[in-house]
């Protein structure tokens, strides 16, 4: 499913959220935030500020590390982005596809990180809630290892 929206590349659905939500807010949509989420949902990937900062600033000097936070802990308000973090503590940030879970693999060496999923292991989760007298309202699955590239 996800991998399905990511090869659309349609992010309607991404702006008119964010349009509802900047309206509740009563704010505006500024040239330096559009360049942001531009620059966020061309990379539709596991990204930390600074290497989005670093993305952006090439085409965009103007653009600081500062407008880069604020505008993703908006995205993160409107739940249009999610923040995690991984083994190695530094947040980053996904795109938060409606009606969609995934779960991760996560390279201990080179940070890589691969987006998986797996019906048995949902079930199984919900199976094991339901053994424990428990109703889950959401979860989430980190596997740590190496990827092949560093396991050699």
């Avoid at 505008?71 to 991984?86: C, D, P, R």
């Avoid at 889950?136 to 290892?145: A, E, I």
Wanted: hydrophobic share 35%; with cysteine.
């Amino acid at each position: 499913m996800i991998e399905e929206q990511k090869q659309t590349k349609d992010f309607k659905w991404f702006n008119n959220q964010l349009n509802v939500y900047l309206k509740s807010q009563d704010l505006k949509q500024t040239k330096q935030r559009k360049v942001v989420i531009e620059h966020l949902l061309e990379i539709d990937s596991h990204v930390d500020a600074e290497m989005l900062h670093s993305s952006i600033k090439t085409k965009h000097p103007n653009i600081g590390l500062a407008t880069i936070y604020r505008t993703l802990n908006l995205l993160k308000s409107a739940k249009l982005v999610k923040e995690q973090s991984f083994a190695d503590g530094r947040a980053v940030f996904e795109i938060d596809y409606p009606d969609t879970h995934h779960d991760h693999l996560v390279c201990l060496s080179c940070k890589k990180i691969v987006e998986f999923e797996n019906e048995t292991i949902e079930e199984t989760q919900i199976e094991v809630a339901k053994q424990n007298g428990f109703r889950l309202t959401s979860h989430r699955l980190d596997l740590y290892g190496y990827c092949e590239d560093c396991d050699n």
